[in-house]
């Protein structure tokens, strides 16, 4: 009998506890007091979108050097990174076949001259003799025109020795614009042809760089709009002065314009190619460098959340809204597809004065009860005052 009394009391015991720590678990946290949590009250603002693009930097020109004749080099007057300015010396290539063939001209038109001065007197001895009749006319065309012929030798002498004048010069290889002086593949010693796989060197004339980047058809019509009474071309010179990120994320202090756009929409990827132009006279942006287009767009009463404030449910964005009461509940929305990284445009599903609950939302349940608590203290109102420029990826 004492055992099962005991047994009894046991079970109610446990029983007990049990009971206790059911009906202690609430949604809002531990115990029965709300739980704190950061709420913003929205308000419209102006905004500043920055729409990014990845793009690729190239100079206004991109020149290959490549020797026009066979031949080692000889002088390398040049190093990797220079900066030259146009005409200023840059190789030599030992060829001393060209200079034999310009002694080699020089001497076939001294033999021409004399061929020509031999022809003359034949035509000077000839000319009295058939004035007189002593010999035929004939003798008298025969000797023009062997004159002729010789002084068109002399000619041909001379156009040879042009020609191998300018195989000569080809020996000595100038700078064609002012640039930078790109890698040097062939060092002293090398021998080098006009068909060598690589050229001497690139010349990236950089005074200013095009920066080629992508549109999506959307993304044009967007910033152009479909007004058919306008050129593309026209709406592009209305779009504001772009800015250009550099690979270490600092934008470049000088600001670029959109200068031109592809014909065509890659079927493919469903982009259309576009470049804008931006001045380097101080040579810090260098071909080949990638680098990243931003376009600003401003934004007139802009309804803006943080995005650490949503949430997504089968492809679908949702807010947690607070309402007088203290009860928090799941609100959709819809946003622009040009949000910010760190905050949304709220297009649908929410007002100003509404207020959202911005961090900590993975604990909460549509219903639970929450104390709010000003967000401005964490910083979000500031992150989200007027005028912010949010970094945006265009999609």
Known sequence: MQRTLSFSAAAL???SILTACGSGHTDAGYGNEPQPYPVLTLKTSEATLHM????????????????????????ILVDEGATVKKGQLLFKIN?????????????????????????RMQVR??????????????????????LQAREAELAQAKASLQ?????LSYTTIYSPADGVISTLPYKIGSLVAPTSEQPLTMLSDIANVHVYFSFTEKQLLDLAGTDA??????????LPPVLLVLANGNEYTEKGKVETTGGLINNTTGAISMRAVFSNKAGLIRSGSSATIRIVQPVSNALMVPAKATYEMQ????????????????REITVSDRSAGDAYIVNNGLQAGDRVITDGIGSLKDGTKVKPVDAAASGLKAALSPGVKSGATAR
């Open 95 to 119: 060829a001393p076949q060209y200079e034999q063939e310009v002694l080699t001209a020089q001497a076939a038109i001294k033999s021409a001259e004399a061929a020509v001065n031999t022809a």
């Open 229 to 238: 009474s306008t050129t593309l071309d026209a709406k592009l010179k209305q």
């Open 315 to 330: 492809g679908k964005k949702f807010v947690f809204t607070v309402d007088t009461a203290g009860t928090a509940h799941s």
């Open 163 to 167: 020609n191998a004048r300018v195989n």
């Open 125 to 146: 001895k000839v000319t009295p003799l058939v004035k007189k009749e002593i010999v035929s006319n004939y003798e008298l065309e025969a000797a023009e025109l062997a």
């Open 13 to 15: 015991v446990v029983l």
């Open 52 to 75: 990014d693009y990845p793009a690729t930097v190239r100079g206004q020109q991109n020149i290959e050097i490549r020797p026009k004749v066979d031949g080692y080099v000889a002088q």
